[in-house]
């Protein structure tokens, strides 16, 4: 009687391709970058200097694109799961391909949305560079006369040292 080694057949988990790890890479990336650019723009509105209500709409347009894109890129990333659960590589033909491209067009959109947003509210004159008054009250005759007679001083301590 011939004794064989005992043939045992394991389950491994689906294979994954370099193409899955490569969108799933893209999609965690893009997910990042959507959600930093959100993010540092609803910091930093407040500090925003008055301006045109075109401009908040091409602020408001870039955020929804960039949600929009935040959206696709969570449905491919459950598309591509899913697909290596399954063990087959449907997601590279059906919704998952939809929704990647949809996730980067969207993506691209907001950030050149947010990029016009910040190139032309800089480049729009401000309401604050206008002259500023100054009104100060002296009760002494020679405070007033030392400030009529005052020029400004030419080297300001920034300048040349």
């Not at 391709?17 to 723009?41: N, R, W, Y």
């Not at 969570?74 to 491209?101: A, C, H, M």
């Not at 691209?108 to 560079?129: D, H």
Request: aromatic share 8%; glycine share 6%; proline share 5%.
């Amino acid at each position: 009687m011939d004794i064989s080694d005992p043939v045992v057949t394991e389950s491994k988990p689906p294979e994954s391709t370099k193409a899955d790890e490569a969108a799933l890479e893209l999609m965690k990336q893009l997910i990042t970058l959507a959600s930093g650019v959100l993010a540092l723009g609803a910091a930093f509105v407040d500090k925003l200097p008055k301006t045109p209500v075109y401009l908040l709409v091409l602020l408001f347009l870039s955020w929804t694109a960039l949600i929009i894109s935040l959206i696709y890129g969570i449905r491919t990333i459950s598309t591509i799961v899913k697909s290596r659960l399954n063990s087959d590589d449907e997601w590279s033909r059906g919704e998952g391909r939809t929704f990647g491209r949809r996730c980067q067009t969207s993506f691209l959109i907001g950030i050149g949305l947010f990029a016009a947003f910040a190139f032309v509210s800089l480049a729009w004159p401000s309401s604050n560079k206008e002259a500023t008054r100054v009104h100060i009250e002296a009760v002494d005759q020679r405070v007033i006369e030392g400030l009529k007679s005052s020029k400004p001083d030419q080297s300001s301590p920034s300048s040349g040292r």
